[in-house]
T-cell receptor
């Protein structure tokens, strides 16, 4: 079973509405990050939240982290058609030999309709 | 642009071919990664190199052979692939592989879309 699972798998909203995506994970983490991927392209880092933080903002993005529930949410406010992409959470945990292992979830596919 | 380039962007190969994917990062990072992205599956970590030394081999079949000649370049050599190896192969780099426990932001290239016939 994977470390990070996003919910919902797909989301379709009208431009201007808010979009909320959730991520759940299984083991203790050091950091959690959200990435965005346009179709057929590489991932782009959006925001990082550390395990001792509860909320973080960056522009129209708001990320929350609840380590007791092992979950995080990404809120995109006032969505735009250009926000159409897949969004992934990535958890950062201790791997073997001191290597920090990053594990990506399956992603939420967001469609913003103009 | 993220500072990570990949070539080629698209590759079609037969099962008996040998080809190589190339990744180059211009960010001065010490760690580089290969990921495989298949439809409806999570991103699969394949290999991690830190300071040109392989630190992770995530049970990848031997038909995939990585090479990291220096901290800026990473190759993935392919031979006798199977149709199920068709996927988007993504390269990424980060400042380090996170041994110090710090944040581990990765910068991704645009990927190589591989089709194995």
């Amino acid at each position: 079973s994977q470390q990070g699972e996003e919910d919902p798998q797909a989301l379709s909203i009208q431009e201007g509405e808010n979009a909320t995506m959730n991520c759940s994970y299984k083991t203790s983490i050091n950091n959690l990050q959200w990435y965005r991927q346009n179709s057929g392209r590489g991932l782009v880092h959006l925001i990082l939240i550390r395990s001792n933080e509860r909320e973080k903002h960056s522009g129209r993005l708001r990320v929350t982290l609840d380590t007791s529930k092992k979950s995080s949410s990404l809120l995109i406010t006032a969505s735009r058609a250009a926000d159409t992409a897949s969004y992934f959470c990535a958890t950062d945990a201790e791997g073997s030999g001191g290597y920090q292992k990053v594990t990506f979830g399956t992603g939420t596919k967001l469609q913003v309709i103009p | 642009e993220t500072g990570v380039t990949q070539t080629p962007r698209h590759l079609v190969m037969g099962m008996t071919n040998k080809k190589s994917l190339k990744c180059e990062q211009h960010l001065g990072h010490n760690a580089m990664y290969w990921y495989k992205q298949s439809a409806k599956k999570p991103l699969e970590l394949m290999f991690v190199y830190s300071l040109e030394e392989r630190v992770e081999n995530n049970s990848v079949p031997s038909r995939f052979s990585p090479e990291c000649p220096n901290s800026s370049h990473l190759f993935l050599h392919l031979h006798t692939l199977q149709p199920e190896d068709s996927a988007l192969y993504l390269c990424a780099s980060s400042q380090d592989s996170g041994l110090a426990g710090g944040p581990h932001t990765q910068y991704f290239g645009p990927g190589t879309r591989l089709t194995v016939l």
